[in-house]
């Protein structure tokens, strides 16, 4: 019995060795690369930000982002800390109609883009620029540049204000609520003399509330646009792509700007003492690698069977093997070579005798 028991272990253990590694434990999950819970980051109390319409980040002063009010306020941006607090109030005085949106390139150039046409009936949206502050000190009359864009195809309404990182090239997202927005591209050099004709890129991502705000990552391969309940990563190029989406935990979603990090945004809203929470941009998931078949199907197979199936017979040919290499270490320990060749000639020697067979387990037949 000592020897069966061994070569039992034996077994076990060359099964496990060889097939334990392949026998499923039920499936794994899958590392999620969207972003995780939001955190709120601070809000703005300050009763003179009161329709926080975009936020910008700053390029001279960490953890300050610029802010403007929706359309009904004077030219004015303000500068906001990480606690929420306005550090900064900027004047200047230019004949605005609606302000919807601030961008800073990386200069440290304010842009303030009176681009808001709800009726749709201006034939000129303009941008207002104004330099960043040697320090952050209120100041009443800033000196500010104008260029005025004029849309290809009519007027339209719009809240987003895109600034490419590397070149400074100013783009447009307009705000449709029952169809996909579009992207218009300024000029590569905007001009302060007469109009810059603009050139729409192609469609925005679908979203059934609009875009209300949009911002290049620092590394200037993507853009992050927002609507009033989620946000988007998109690819940039010659055809901007949708990456992915996530919602986000403010509603009526205004603005969107890079968070501290630079990897991570920023997202928030209007009204009073309005709340800012950072996040990570949405990442696309990676796809499951589906498993080769060289059967033909007529229909796909639902997900849990095509990818728990290959596993299953791999662990079952692992199965199968260690129970045959059991089998013949029990039939080697059972009949050890000497036993197997002394029945041999037993019988044989029966077969000429007359005698009956030998019983391999030692005990005579009957010959009844």
Do not use: C
Not at 196 to 208: C, I, Q
Not at 240 to 259: D, I
Not at 286 to 306: I, L
Not at 321 to 327: D, K, P, R
């Amino acid at each position: 019995m000592s020897l069966l028991r061994n070569a039992l272990t034996l077994a076990a253990v060359t099964l496990l060795s060889l097939g334990g590694a392949a026998i499923p434990a039920g499936p794994a999950a899958a590392a999620d690369p969207t972003p995780g819970a939001p955190k709120k980051l601070f809000s703005i109390n300050d009763s003179r930000v009161d329709e926080s319409s975009g936020l910008a980040k700053s390029a001279k002063y960490d953890s300050i982002w610029w802010t403007v009010n929706d359309s009904g306020d004077t030219a004015r941006v303000f500068g906001v800390d990480a606690k929420g607090k306005v550090r900064v109030e900027l004047k200047f005085k230019a004949p605005v109609r609606d302000v919807e949106a601030v961008g800073v390139d990386r200069d440290g150039m304010i842009y303030i883009a009176d681009i808001g046409d709800n009726t749709r009936t201006r034939k000129t949206i303009e941008v207002y620029t104004i330099p960043e502050p040697a320090q952050l000190e209120d100041e009443e009359n800033v000196k500010f540049h104008r260029y005025d864009f004029e849309y290809p195809d009519g007027a339209h309404d719009a809240e987003t204000l895109l600034i490419e990182p590397e070149t400074k090239r100013l783009y447009f997202v307009t705000k449709v609520k029952t169809k996909p927005g579009a992207i218009y591209a300024a000029p590569e050099t905007s001009s302060r003399e007469g109009t810059n004709e603009l050139t729409k890129l192609g469609d925005a991502p679908a979203s059934p509330y609009g875009v209300t705000d949009g911002t290049f990552m620092p590394d200037g391969k993507t853009v992050v646009l927002r609507t009033y309940i989620d946000v988007a990563t998109v690819a940039w190029g010659e055809t901007p792509t949708l990456v992915a989406r996530a919602g986000t935990p403010v509603a009526q979603g205004e603005s969107v700007a890079v968070g501290p990090a630079g990897t991570d945004i920023l997202v928030g809203s209007e009204g009073d003492n309005s709340p800012v929470y950072q996040m990570l941009p949405p990442g696309k998931k990676s796809a499951a690698k589906p498993p080769a078949s060289s059967a033909p199907t007529g229909k796909p197979k639902p997900a849990a069977s095509a990818n728990s199936e290959p596993k299953q017979n791999h662990s079952l040919r692992w199965i199968i093997i260690g129970a045959g290499l059991l089998a013949l270490i029990i039939t080697f320990v059972t009949f050890p070579p000497g036993r197997r060749e002394r029945l041999d000639r037993m019988a044989e020697n029966a077969r000429l005798t007359g005698q009956p067979p030998p019983n391999p387990h030692g005990r005579r037949r009957s010959n009844a």
